[in-house]
């Protein structure tokens, strides 16, 4: 009997991800260059099981059923490229190679041209959920070569997570890089929904004074109403965990936060089309700030800041509290939507941003009951811009950007940092505004390299220069960047 699958890289998520295939049907045949770790899996957490142990690439392949499915995976980078020459000539013509990796998004581009011109197919798909979700239900996001996908369908839908409705958090994304692409800006908007719901948990125990106790009882709720989420759920179960001591274990975790770069590339990508990702932008500064760990012991005893005092409705603030992380998840996700959008323009992609939104509500790290509407925002219209002009959102963001403001007023007041919820109420106020100060700029600009500016009072496309000092003469840039 053939396999349905090879998988080349048995750690963790390679294990987990063999275990859910095989107990959704399918026989997996493994491979990794480290041999004694397929052979412990197979003897261990895969004894009699329908997963094959293989000794080399070739027996790997000899293995597989045509068309040949054959999943990397490895660390993103080099290890792919070195994993597909060693691959490529053993394959034939419609043999299918995916990518389940964190892969760079133009890494995949490339290699879904590579492979293509050999006649073979390669799919970038992204997988979120951690080591539980390859186990028992991930949020799977390929793109690539569609011909694959007719193929690759039965295993990536019968493997990913299920909603409540019973659909599949898996659906093809579109072309290249596209599914990668998605993931990318998925592990994004995780860093900002992260970093919000840290700047509420700071203010809460250095303004509010709450204990670690009072701030669990406050998550509870929070688990089970409008921000009701994996990250809400998951901060809720911390606060409870004790240490041997009985004092909470959170107060003795070191306040210095790691990264893989899948943050730094979204706001990189944000940069370079040219999307405002400010919140997301400023969780990956946040991250990088906390691991000046002994620069910030030592500033801290020379820089000084306001009284930590809160004198006003303890209970009100920490019902804001709610509202405001409420209305910056909502920013969070809209330029998480709106770099998506801006990717799909540059590289002729046809994503269904819907779609995107039902494979996030299961199985990956962003889950939670919010992205429903996201949903719903775009089955209305399949062509909205911008998420804050949805119905629904709009009404949302009225309701809780007052909120946001005046959590800000006590964090500002007190000296607690919160710059992801701050970049989330200035990136609502400058979108809001009919009229930005970028005049100004404009004019300084042209002041001092002529770079030109357009009129309010003349028609768009009109460009013009100003001798501000009367000595720079009417001779313009050639280079004008709106």
Sequence with gaps: MTSHIGLIGVGLMGENLALNMENKGFCVSLFDASPGKVQRFVEGRGQGKNIRACISIPALIETLELPRKILLMVPAGRAVDDVLAQIVAMLAPGDIVIDGGNSHFSDTNRRVHALETKGLLFVGAGVSGGEEGALHGPSIMPGGSYAAWQRVQPIFQAIAAKVDDGVPCCDWIGDAGSGHFVKMVHNGIEYGDMQLICEVYDIMRRILRMTASEMHAVFAQWSEGPLKSYLIEITRD??????????????????????????????????????????????????????????????????????????GDRQALIAELGHALYAAKIISYTQGYQLMRAAAQEFGWQLNYGAIALIWRGGCIIRSAFLGRIKDAFDADPELVNLLLDPFFQESIAQSQQALRNVLIASLGAGVPAPAMSAALAYYDGYRSANLPANLLQAQRDYFGAHQYERADRPRGEFFHTNWTGRGGDTASTVYSG
Excluded: C, H, N, Y
Excluded at 253 to 264: C, P, S, V, Y
Excluded at 269 to 289: C, K, N, Q, W
């Design 238 to 311: 911390i606060l409870a965990v004790q240490d041997d001591d009985g004092a909470p274990l959170l107060d003795k975790i070191l306040d210095k936060a790691g990264q893989k770069g899948t943050g730094k590339w979204t706001v990189a990508t944000a940069l370079d089309l040219g999307v405002p990702l400010t919140l997301i932008t400023e969780s990956v500064f946040a991250r990088t700030l906390s691991s000046m760990k002994d620069e910030r012991v030592s500033a801290a005893q020379v820089l000084s800041g306001p009284a930590l005092q809160f004198s």
